[in-house]
């Protein structure tokens, strides 16, 4: 069996350093409680506990130590506390973006880099901390000139590029609400999403570079121009050779100079919109808050990434996932940040480590995906390029497999924290992951974050410890969402949140906690497998199938028999250039999944694909996939425009065409 599901105890790859205390920013915060509240905590677990059995000392703590910056001061830290409606910090005033371009009293210079930029599209651009507050001043000017106020929306369809970041950081200095897609998004998703909001700025690109290939957007922009009737402003930020007729440059829009200020927004004022992925039914608009994110921002990137000032962050993503958010937040606590745009992997899969050594980053942020890849080609990163300066490696997206783990820990050594976390856009940020204070076990996150309740509940409602069940939170967490655009009566946030256990938030995966506080994601709880009264985590399929030399990527499923038989498990391969998928290699399958899991895992049937369908963050689809194999239409199930590739599903309407 595999380290992540044996009885025992799994391998330690790492233990918590000896100088954590004294090294570590999570060891600043201790002698920090231990002096102006005194408090004092053995470990992990003994900080947790506290961190949510008294969740107002404890976020009070966080406001304290990081020095958040009240215009009025909040009455006290939890005002109602039942979930839905949690109050944070009532009667407080304060601003996202003061935080994050303010005066610099905390120990960055503006002379010194914020901002590392790199793309396909042209050369690479860096940004002083003076700069960027320069600009943020003058994006700021720029949209009060064309009447952007406190509650407008600005939404961006616009990659990772700096003016994206001065984009954001203005409208929230005004105290206007932001949201962003990515280029690559087609026309239809996007208006989707931005349409909900009612949006009076636009700011796009014409296209843009992905590795060697020009990517023209011009028939896309005006088709969500004419999506957007609410739009009064269109900016068009010039990346790459084309122009765009009738729109504001983005050099008028920062032609003037402006000061540098921040409104003062009440704790629970909209900061920006995020998007779910719309690919099982309409996205959700999202509404997080200045004070929430601010909070747990601070919390996150100081306590369990441990970033502070000089350090520098490298995490790939686009503007459509909540990395992106997690990414620009790292100016919070004074750390610079790398951006990404284009193909990640052009023009070979070293170039982020190439990056990451050019760069000098600390802490380095990756999908399992890609690990896995890196570990499969033989790359050797910490030989290759010159890290040195690496503390972290962050993982995020999807479960690491074991092999991960053990990848990790031989190339970067013991001195290189792997850090596995997970938790999603409906908190914008962790729900379960590492840090220094907490010990690395193969398989597993290392625990429930600082501040977050996490358990796993059984269908009934009760918590249970090393077996599966539904992720849940019981307190609330000053980042969960304040609500949804467009749910002014909070029907479809309670539906999605808290519709199966009441005054408890419902996340969506499924996990298991063990008796020694790590964590294992499964999948998604609605992709969970039910075969013969027993639940099945889709990530144990995935970290067997995969392990498998002749197989690049998989995806599983589970028809339901109405009459109430068995069902038919279905697996679904990927598979290197030059295999086929024959009977020997069905066998090798089947026979690895009962040796490492069970004979409830072995599949009913076994089919390859070209490839296997993903939204564009990179979570398969398994239910948008079974709905089609159950005789769902494709175009009713999702939209082909949030597909990582959107001929993914095809062939899965061609197996329902043929299992009907």
């Known amino acids: 069996m595999t380290a992540a599901t044996t009885a025992g105890v799994p391998e330690l790859l790492r233990p918590v350093a000896d100088d954590v205390r004294e090294t570590t920013e999570i060891g600043r915060f201790l002698g920090w409680l231990e002096r102006e509240r005194g408090l004092a905590f053995e470990d992990y677990p003994a900080l947790h506990r506290w961190s949510v059995d008294d969740p107002e000392a404890f976020w009070s703590a966080v406001a304290g130590f990081f020095g958040v910056r009240f215009a009025t001061p909040p009455e006290r830290v939890l005002g109602r506390r039942e979930m839905p409606g949690a109050e944070w910090f009532p009667g407080a005033t304060l601003n996202y973006a003061e935080h994050a371009v303010g005066l610099l009293d905390t120990g960055a210079d503006d002379a010194e880099v914020a901002v590392l930029a790199y793309s396909q599209t042209r050369d690479r651009q ?140 009440p704790f629970a004022h909209p900061l920006y919109v995020l998007f779910s992925s719309g690919t099982t039914g309409k996205p959700k608009a999202i509404v997080h808050s200045h004070g929430g994110i601010l909070l747990e921002h601070l919390k996150n990137h100081g306590l369990s990434w441990d970033l502070r000032a000089g350090d520098r962050i490298l995490w790939f993503s686009t503007t459509a996932w909540m990395m992106w958010n997690a990414l620009v937040s790292s100016l919070l606590v004074r750390a610079s940040i790398v951006m990404i745009d284009g193909n990640p992997l052009h023009p070979d899969l070293r170039r982020q480590w190439r990056l990451a050594a050019e760069t000098g980053a600390t802490l380095v942020g990756a999908s399992p995906g890609y690990l896995m890849a890196c570990r499969a080609e033989g790359v050797h990163p910490a030989r290759e390029f010159d890290l040195s300066r690496v503390r972290q490696i962050g993982a995020a997206g999807s479960p690491l497999p074991p ?135 889709t990530a144990e399929f995935y970290r067997v199938v995969e392990e498998l030399p002749e197989v690049v990527d998989s995806l599983v499923v589970h028809l339901e028999d109405p009459a109430g038989g068995s069902g038919e498990l279905q697996l679904y391969v990927q598979l290197r250039e030059g295999v086929v998928l024959d009977d020997a290699l069905r066998r090798r399958i089947a026979t690895a999944l009962r040796t490492e899991l069970s004979p409830r895992h072995i599949p009913d049937r076994v089919e390859a694909v070209p490839v296997v369908p993903k939204n564009r963050t990179g979570k398969k689809l398994e239910l948008p996939a079974k709905k089609i194999l159950l005789g769902a239409a494709l175009d009713d199930v999702a939209s082909r425009d949030v597909l990582a590739d959107p001929t993914a599903l095809d062939p899965f309407v061609a197996f329902a065409r043929s299992r009907a």
Not at 208 to 236: F, M, S
Not at 428 to 433: A, L, Y
């Open 403 to 537: 092999e991960g783990y053990r990848w990790v820990a031989a190339e970067f050594g013991p001195d290189v924290l792997l850090n596995v976390g997970s938790g999603g856009t409906d908190v914008c940020s962790g729900i379960v992951q590492g840090g220094p204070l907490q010990p690395v076990r193969v398989g597993e996150i290392s625990g429930p974050c600082l501040g977050v309740a996490a358990q796993a509940f059984d269908e009934k409602g009760e918590p249970v410890v090393g077996e599966l069940g539904e992720l849940v939170i019981t307190t609330p967490m000053p980042s969960m969402p304040v609500g949804f655009w467009g749910d002014p009566n909070g029907t479809r946030y309670r539906d999605t949140y808290f519709d199966r256990y009441p005054g408890v938030w419902r996340h969506g995966d499924w996990v298991r906690f063990s008796p020694w506080g790590g964590a294992v994601i499964a999948g998604r709880s609605d992709a969970t497998l039910n075969r013969g009264g027993v639940r099945l985590g």
């Open 126 to 265: 860096e940004l002083t901390w003076g700069r960027l507050r320069e600009q943020v001043a003058r994006a700021r000017a720029g949209l009060e000139r064309l009447g952007v106020g406190r509650g407008d929306r600005v939404v961006a369809y616009l990659p990772n590029v700096p003016e994206t970041l001065i984009a954001f950081l203005a409208t929230a200095s005004l105290g206007a609400v932001w949201a962003s897609c990515a280029p690559e998004f087609g026309a239809r998703s996007v208006v989707d999403r931005f349409g909900q909001i009612e949006p009076t700025v636009l700011l796009t690109v014409s296209g843009y570079g992905y590795g060697d290939k020009e990517i023209d957007r011009r028939a896309q922009v005006a088709e969500i121009r004419a999506g957007l009737p609410t739009v009064v402003h269109v900016v068009h930020v010039p990346y790459g050779p084309h122009d765009l007729p009738d729109t504001l440059g983005w050099a008028e829009l920062l032609g003037e100079p402006g000061d540098l200020t921040f409104d003062p927004v």
